[in-house]
T-cell receptor, first 112, second 113 residues
Framework: NAGVTQTPKFQVLKTGQSMTLQCAQDMNHEYMSWYRQDPGMGLRLIHYSVGAGITDQGEVPNGYNVSRSTTEDFPLRLLSAAPSQTSVYFC???????????FGQGTRLTVV | RKEVEQDPGPFNVPEGATVAFNCTYSNSASQSFFWYRQDCRKEPKLLMSVYSSGNEDGRFTAQLNRASQYISLLIRDSKLSDSATYLCVVTNAGGTSYGKLTFGQGTILTVHP
């Protein structure tokens, strides 16, 4: 009954470091996405994927890369961390568009 | 103008009270509508979908007015456990690709004894 699994739950990075946030789902969902949540800003879409091998940018994609080599996994890469990327990151998946999204537990990232 | 707007609150109500949240959206082509609940430092979880005919789930009632581009959530007989942030979520038409979820900023509800 795993659903959407995100790792790590917490991370502290130094400015300029790179890292990958992992996201995996076991529900065979087509759609996966990454959001960041900041106080007063709500959840904003970073990148999304409509299936293996297909990704596209959301509203705040700068500084992030994604790939979708399998249906299950959708990692988010921070190329060169900046303090502005301090946030809570959520991965989500859904069966198809316009259906319920299931979220991972989130990754709290601090960039110093 | 934000795509999805909610009154951020906070709403502080006593147990047993009835409380209503409102949400407006700007894209008339929006297709699906949801209310999500987010507990402190947790992930959002679906509370209920919202249909044009209105729908009820126990103490929760959701309404959609497409003409006014307005969504509401009514909580009756509030419980302490209802304390959370309530997120209004709208999906865009998205053409043949992803139906992007657009979130409101959330309305904070605190139910006190």
């Amino acid at each position: 009954n795993a659903g959407v699994t995100q790792t790590p739950k917490f991370q502290v990075l130094k400015t300029g470091q790179s890292m990958t946030l992992q996201c995996a789902q076991d529900m065979n969902h087509e759609y996966m996405s990454w959001y960041r949540q900041d106080p007063g800003m709500g959840l904003r879409l970073i990148h999304y994927s409509v299936g293996a091998g297909i990704t596209d940018q959301g509203e705040v994609p700068n500084g992030y890369n994604v790939s979708r080599s399998t249906t299950e996994d959708f990692p988010l890469r921070l190329l060169s961390a900046a303090p502005s990327q301090t946030s809570v990151y959520f991965c989500a998946s859904s069966w198809r568009k316009n259906t319920e999204a299931f979220f991972g537990q989130g990754t709290r990232l601090t960039v110093v | 103008r934000k795509e999805v707007e909610q009154d951020p609150g906070p709403f502080n109500v006593p147990e047993g009270a009835t409380v209503a949240f409102n949400c407006t959206y700007s894209n008339s082509a929006s297709q699906s509508f949801f209310w999500y609940r987010q507990d402190c430092r947790k992930e959002p979880k679906l509370l209920m979908s919202v249909y044009s005919s209105g729908n009820e789930d126990g103490r929760f009632t959701a309404q959609l007015n497409r003409a006014s581009q307005y969504i509401s959530l009514l909580i009756r007989d509030s419980k302490l456990s209802d304390s959370a942030t309530y997120l209004c979520v709208v999906t865009n038409a998205g053409g043949t690709s992803y139906g992007k979820l657009t979130f409101g900023q959330g309305t904070i509800l605190t139910v006190h004894p």
